[in-house]
């Protein structure tokens, strides 16, 4: 028997009278024991299955375009409104159900989604609407969703629209691990898992990520939601590359100047530990000895760069063996003053490849170069420039070439 998902009273307050605040994703239905589809009532399935428009339910579902994420898939979704008098009464219940189908070649199982909304007593005569959000994720391709809404009277709105996700060739296989899903639910979770990762065979190399989570703007305490499920995303997508067979992650916030997690060698990043960590050090304090001193963040970054980017760095670490390849991501590092200039000898430096993911969603609030670039500008780092997905897309593609080189040089 179905069972569906329910939401809070608030919530639904929420949703049918305007006000703001997240909504919970939709619930994917697992298959049957058998594997194959669910198991739906006859009247469901009769509804989905037929894909024409029903209004016994008065109501209008507007499909939301595709719109490509940071992890390189595809957030799409609908609003789904309904006449407040359509639900007057002394309570009621909506059920949601759509199917999603891909109208690729290589046609794969549908997956199905639900809610479930309890409605709170509503006069005869009110007016307004309910509005009823809903998302999902999409890999590259074309699909068909039918969608129904049903009351406790088994009244129907029914509706089924075709979605494109279109995306730069050569973007399909960036987008997701091979065994990702390529229709899943949407999390509201910015540090949620990863599944699996299949990685490629022969010599796999070991890479540094030095992560920041320093916002661009000084009078922030922290990045925004947006900015931080950016940075993470970013995260995931190069931490999935088969390519790597190692991870050694620094995650440090340069306005605190302090790192706020690190690992060594690990063959997957452990998201929740490191949502923990960084959500722990968003405290805003700051020492008074570094307001003080207007270079204080400079040093910071001089000292983490001594210790990850110098040989004598690494042969004083846990981990005397340096990586592959480091590589920067985050927004750009932003301090009072401008950065004075290199921070690191030439001839102190490790020789090895250098890159930099430097986000800036907003590039003509600071176009100049940030306290990273400008600390390590004597350095031969590749920069790439991140204002959207698909600028991330693109470097991502650049990048993956540049670590087949450097797997060929160290075969």
Partial sequence: MMQWLSLSRLAVLAALFGATGPLPAQSLIHTSMGGGEPYLSHSDAAVLGAEAKRNDLPCQVEPLDPNLQYDLTFQAGYVARVPLAALAGKGNELRVLFRIQSLEPEVGEPVYFREHYSVPAIEPDAQGEATL????????????????????????????????AETLEGFEKLAASPDAAKISEWS??????????????????????????????????????????????????????????????????????????????????????????????????????????????????????EQHLTQQGVAESDDPEPPDAIVFLGPKV??????????????????????????????????????????????????????????????????????????????
């Fill in 133 to 164: 959000p809903g998302k999902y994720r999409l890999g590259p391709g074309r699909y068909k969703v039918s969608w129904l809404m049903r009351d406790r009277a088994e009244k129907v709105c029914a509706s089924s629209w075709e979605v494109r």
């Fill in 188 to 305: 509201e979770e910015i540090f949620d898992e990863d599944p699996p990762i299949r990685r490629a065979s022969g010599k796999l190399l070991h890479i540094k990520m030095m992560v920041s989570f320093s916002p661009v703007d000084l009078s922030k305490v922290k990045l925004s939601e947006y900015d931080m499920r950016a940075v993470v995303s970013m995260l995931r997508v190069l931490a999935r590359e088969p390519q790597i067979g190692e991870l050694s992650i620094v995650a440090y916030n340069a306005h605190e100047e302090r790192v706020v997690y690190q690992t060594k060698r690990e063959t997957r990043i452990d998201f929740k530990e490191l949502g923990e960590a960084v959500q722990d050090s968003l405290s805003g304090m700051v020492n008074i000895d570094q307001l003080q001193d207007k270079q204080s963040g400079e040093k910071f970054l001089k000292t983490l760069f």
């Fill in 334 to 411: 932003v301090f009072e003053r401008p950065a004075s200039g290199s921070l690191l000898a030439e001839s102190a430096r490790l020789q090895l490849p250098l890159f930099y993911f430097m986000y800036n969603r907003n590039p003509r609030s600071y176009p100049w170069k940030d306290a990273v670039s400008a600390g390590l500008r004597n350095f031969d780092m590749k920069e790439f420039d991140i204002t959207s997905a698909k600028d991330f897309g693109r470097a991502v593609e650049e990048w993956v070439q540049m670590l087949a080189k450097l797997r060929e040089q160290g075969s």
